[in-house]
């Protein structure tokens, strides 16, 4: 029992398990190296391996004890981490962080230009930071600096090691004799010449050996010593160093330390964005908010000249570390997600999506808008339950925001969350809101991208939702005084024609779009002909050929068709105009967009915003909401409609401005002249509509609904002129608020001729303005409002259910 326990081999308690060998460092060195991982969490390690009995030698085993030695009491970042050693009788192990030789891994660098330039200078400004260390600080020298002494870890970071040959700078200047004899190119030239020892400094030999060092990394591996001669390959800007470092008079070359200091000026060689990056990222303890800020924000530019294994072991996890418990800001995300790619899936869902989740938490409008902007980097890695469970509650409460920049970003944002967001969640929560942003909102850019973001989610929406909704909605837009949201309209109408019935296009479609032939901007007239000669052209082509209809209406009952299907149509053109870039006005021009994955088209609708404000302006901003997502009814949104928008319900509107100007506004006539009845019906009855109506109630119906919009124009006409003495409670831009008073007074009022009352959907409660008047006209308002609902409701019901886009004859 007892001899066992003395014989038992002590290789077996190492905790390290021995892998196979590096090729090629064993000629240049007395270690073997070997990939190795940690037993209990298989970390990837790797050791240096001495084998004792087939080395007789006993100066051999003294320098590699030597070197363990060295390597066990020398801590610095840029020398060779060590982690654990073992001595058996007959083996020598030493276990460190996982690292190839630089030999080996400089053949790898395949790729030319300013991105290698920038890594070799970060690796041999390690290795200079290494030596100035030992030389100055340490009062050592290396003895052995070449391309085989220097590792690189995965982060691509360059590590001094194969500290074998460390000696005292006070002792004998003589370098010593090198075991194998292939390191012995590496000698300077001082010693088969002792006369020129007597000049040597403390730093001389190693600064040979760094010399050769530079002359490896841009050329290879040295063959032979005269071919330190041939510079052409060196930068200009190292040239005259190199040159004094490989000098032929030891006292002529310099000290590490100065080295630094020299090529850490401008137009050094250590001085580049890489080098300049790190080396913040290795302070960022000791650096102000502000200097963060600025960092992070130039950071994202830069990373693309940047290798790909520094970013993602290097720069990531000290951005990730940054925001977690530093005060980094949201300037960290930008660069953060953008290097978030390079991750695989697992380690994207271990580091990123938690971080993600926690950020959307955030009451920071600026963390909140950064989020927004950088959507489409992290949203297709986070699965659809987190997406709809974690992510889009938070997401829903931007609808509401009060800064019109968030409002403008959550819409857009939808675009990419919509394939992976549920039923509910799309069909109902995000129409909701999207119904409330295109008939109230006063911004006429939100209400241009409404548009265009219904059109581009459309494949993703239920048939029998998209069937009810797009149509009606696409009407709605093209009455608006604003007139890019009556091209948006125009262009969502043909590039979604693929989802309308042919009676549909016949019977609401064309009837509206032929309105807008006459309308004041040829922008909008020039989409509007073109759209109708498409629809046009598609009823004649049903008509000659009747088995066509089929084929016609194939996608309007599919599940997830695809837009790019109708690319290849009469459409094409809207498809391209719909999918390109946000609407953007002209005050947007000189702010700086987020980049967007689509490429801009040529046609008059472009995304991004219309009426932001700057990035600037959400720092001042308090982080309330005007009203919160359980402001809304429960009930279903077949109930719902894309009315009209009520100008009683916004007086800081283009609507209500212009009726303050004009004293009312063209109600009646408005809906005297819409024809297509769909303002006077439910959403979602799909019956045949009952013949013999009673013409009669007919009559009063449409006379109480005249009747009341008439004093709802006239309530509106008192509340715009409260809103003149209250200081712009709600501001619209000067100039896009002189476009929409103009196009409200040049055009027809029908854009209004919709009403939110012909459905079941309850308001968002406004907040209240602290003006007496204002607050009790707006609750004289919303009473008249509910009282015409139930009388609306109750003639309804003696009347019976409605077929969808049927009209009243």
Excluded at 63 to 68: G, I, P, Q, T, Y
Excluded at 613 to 621: A, D, G, I, R
Aim: charged share 25%; hydrophobic share 35%; proline share 6%.
């Amino acid at each position: 029992m007892m001899w066992s326990f003395f014989s038992r081999d002590s290789a077996k308690d190492f905790p390290y398990e021995i892998g196979e060998q590096v090729q090629g460092f064993e000629h240049h060195s007395i270690w073997s190296l070997h990939r190795a991982k940690r037993k209990n969490s298989n970390e990837e390690v790797s050791v240096f391996v001495y084998e004792i009995s087939k080395n007789a030698s006993e100066a051999k085993l003294e320098l590699a004890k030597a070197s363990v030695k060295r390597l066990k009491t020398l801590r610095h970042p840029s020398i060779l981490q060590f982690l654990d050693s073992l001595e058996t009788d007959k083996m020598l192990y030493v276990a460190t962080e996982s690292v190839e030789p630089l030999g080996n891994h400089i053949n790898q660098l395949s790729s030319e230009g300013p991105q290698k330039d920038l890594y070799l200078a970060w690796g041999v400004f390690q290795i200079t930071r290494a030596l100035s260390f030992l030389n100055n600080d340490g009062n050592l020298r290396h003895n052995n600096v070449c391309i085989w002494s220097v590792f690189v870890n995965a982060s691509g970071e360059w590590k001094l090691g194969s500290l074998e040959y460390v000696s005292a700078v006070d002792g004998n200047p003589m370098p010593p004799v090198k075991i194998p004899p292939a390191l012995e190119i590496y000698d300077p030239p001082e010693k088969n010449e002792p006369s020129k020892l007597k000049a040597s400094t403390k730093c001389s030999v190693d600064m040979w050996g760094l010399g050769c060092l530079v002359w490896e990394s841009f050329n290879g591996p040295l063959k032979v010593r005269s071919n330190l001669k041939d510079i052409d390959v060196i930068p200009k800007s190292l040239q005259s160093l190199y040159c004094e470092l490989v000098g032929a008079l030891p006292s002529n070359r310099p000290n590490p330390a100065d080295i630094i200091t020299r090529c850490r000026k401008p137009g050094g060689f250590f001085r580049n964005d890489l080098v300049d990056s790190l080396l913040f990222l290795e302070e960022i303890q000791i650096k102000d908010k502000a200097e963060k800020n600025r960092f992070f924000s130039g950071l994202a530019n830069h990373l693309d000249n940047f290798p790909d294994n520094v970013c993602k072991h290097k720069i990531l996890p000290q951005l990730i570390t940054a925001y977690e418990y530093g005060d980094a800001g949201s300037a960290v995300l930008a660069p953060m997600f953008k290097l978030g790619k390079l991750l695989e899936e697992a380690d994207y869902q271990k580091r990123i999506v938690p971080c993600v989740v926690k950020l959307f938490s955030s009451t920071d409008r600026v963390t909140r808008s950064r989020l927004l902007q950088q959507i489409e980097l992290f949203i297709p890695h986070i699965l659809p339950q987190t997406v709809n469970d974690q992510i889009f509650p938070q997401v829903a409460h931007g609808f509401l925001d009060t800064n019109a920049t968030i409002r403008e970003q959550t819409v857009k944002s939808i675009i990419h969350l919509a394939p992976k967001l549920n039923y509910n969640n799309l069909n109902v929560e995000v129409l909701r809101h999207f119904a409330r942003l295109q008939a109230r909102d006063d911004q006429g850019g939100i209400r241009t991208n409404t548009t265009v973001c219904l059109g581009k989610i459309a494949p993703h929406l239920h048939p029998q939702v998209r069937q009810r909704v797009l149509v009606s909605a696409f009407i709605r837009a093209m009455r608006d005084p604003f007139p890019p949201a009556r091209v948006a309209g125009v262009l969502a109408l043909a590039a979604t024609q693929q989802y309308f019935l042919l009676s549909e296009i016949a019977n609401r479609v064309l009837p509206a779009l032929c309105s807008l032939t006459v309308d004041p901007e040829k922008s909008v007239r020039d989409p509007a002909f073109k759209t109708v000669k498409g629809f046009l052209g598609k009823l004649e082509k049903v008509s000659e050929d009747p088995s066509l209809r089929e084929t016609m209406e194939a996608d309007v009952h599919t599940a997830t068709p695809s837009i790019g299907n109708a690319a290849a149509t009469w459409a094409g053109w809207a498809v391209t105009a719909v999918t390109a870039k946000f609407y953007r006005s002209q005050s947007d021009s000189s702010r700086p967009r987020p980049p967007m994955t689509e490429q801009p088209s040529s046609s008059s609708l472009s995304t991004t915003t219309s009426s932001v404000t700057s990035m600037t302006s959400l720092e001042h901003e308090s982080n309330e909401t005007s009203a919160s997502a359980s402001d809304y009814g429960q009930n279903d949104w077949d109930n719902e409609n894309w009315g009209e928008m009520d100008t009683s319900q916004d007086p800081s509107s283009p609507l209500a401005a212009g009726t303050s100007n004009n004293g009312q506004m063209k109600a009646p006539s408005a809906l005297g002249e819409v024809k297509d009845g769909w303002d006077n019906e439910e959403w979602g009855s799909l019956e045949e509509d009952p013949v013999g109506e009673d013409q009669e109630e007919e009559e009063d119906e449409q006379q109480l609904i005249v009747g009341d919009t008439m004093k709802s124009n006239e309530l509106s006409t008192n509340i715009g002129s409260l809103l003149n003495n209250c200081n712009n409670l709600s501001p619209i831009r000067d100039e896009q608020q002189l476009q929409e008073h103009h196009i409200n007074n040049t055009t027809n009022a029908n854009w209004n001729s919709d009403s939110w009352a012909d459905g079941e959907f309850e308001p968002i409660e406004e907040p209240l303005t602290g003006n007496p008047k204002l607050d009790e006209a707006r609750r004289k308002r919303e009473e008249k409002k509910l009282q015409r609902q139930r009388e609306l409701e109750a003639r309804r019901s003696q009347k019976g259910p409605m077929k969808l886009g049927a009209r009243k004859l």
